[in-house]
C-alpha cells in the first residue's frame, strides 16, 4: 500500500510518520502534488494557522489536485477544518469540500486552545472507528473546531458541541490527534488504510 503524508512546511509530518510506522506502515512524505495520484492514501497532517496553511497549499499546487483526489483522504486537526469552505481564522478561503464555516472556540471560562483528552461521541456507524468504543477519549489540541453539519460523524463538547470527525464520500477529517492518542488513535488510522 501507498500512502502520501502531504507536508505543506507546518504539518505535524514526522508524528504520523511515527504512528504509521508503529502499524507496520512506510508512509512517503510528499512536498508536491505531482505524483498524489500514484498513492492509495493520502494523509493531510496540520498544524499551525489556516491562512499560513492555504498559502503554503496553494504555493505548492496542491489545491487542484486535492479537490479531484478519489482515493481515501485523512485530514488530522488543522487538515479536517481546511476541507470547509472558510475558516474564521485569518479569514481563510479553504478547500471549500464541505460546506460551512470554522469558527474560534468561545468556551469561557474553560481554556483555549482546547488541549487534552476528550471523548468523542460517534453519530450513525463509520469505518474510522470500527472496532473502538463510543466516546473513547482522544487528544485535541486546537483553537478553531468546526459546526455540526450534515457530513458529521463524530461529536465532542467543549463546553459546545462541535465535529470533531466527518465524513463526505472519500474525504474524512478528524479534529484530534490519532497520532497523539495511544491505542485508540493507532487503530483509528489503521482503519483508516483498511478503506
Same mark, same amino acid.
Not at 36 to 64: H, S, T
Not at 156 to 182: C, L, M, R, W
Not at 183 to 189: A, F, I, N
Given at each position: ?69 478519489? @482515493? ?68 485535541? @489540541? ?54
Amino acid at each position: 500500500m501507498k500512502i502520501a503524508l502531504i507536508d505543506y512546511g507546518g504539518g505535524n509530518v514526522m508524528s504520523v510518520k511515527n504512528a504509521l510506522l508503529r502499524i507496520g506502515q512506510s508512509p512517503q512524505i510528499i512536498r508536491s502534488p505531482e505524483n498524489l495520484f500514484q498513492f492509495d492514501k493520502v494523509i493531510f497532517p496540520g498544524q499551525g494557522a489556516a491562512g499560513q496553511a492555504m498559502k503554503a497549499l496553494i504555493e505548492r499546487e496542491f489545491i487542484n489536485p486535492l479537490q479531484y483526489l478519489t @482515493v481515501p483522504f485523512l485530514g488530522i486537526c488543522l487538515g479536517l477544518q481546511l476541507l470547509f469552505e472558510r475558516s474564521e481564522e485569518n479569514e481563510t478561503e479553504g478547500l471549500g469540500l464541505v460546506q460551512g464555516c470554522t469558527k474560534r472556540l468561545t468556551s469561557e471560562p474553560l481554556k483555549i486552545p482546547h488541549m487534552g483528552w476528550n471523548a468523542v461521541k460517534y453519530l450513525g456507524k463509520n469505518p474510522l472507528f470500527e472496532g473502538i468504543p463510543d466516546e473513547s477519549y482522544f487528544y485535541f @489540541v486546537h483553537s478553531f473546531a468546526a459546526p455540526i453539519i450534515e457530513e458529521t460523524c463524530g461529536i465532542t463538547f467543549y463546553d459546545t458541541p462541535f465535529s470533531s470527525a466527518i465524513q463526505k464520500n472519500n474525504f474524512f477529517g478528524v479534529q484530534f490527534h490519532p497520532e497523539k492518542s495511544g491505542e485508540v488513535g493507532l487503530r483509528l488510522l489503521n482503519n483508516f488504510l483498511q478503506l
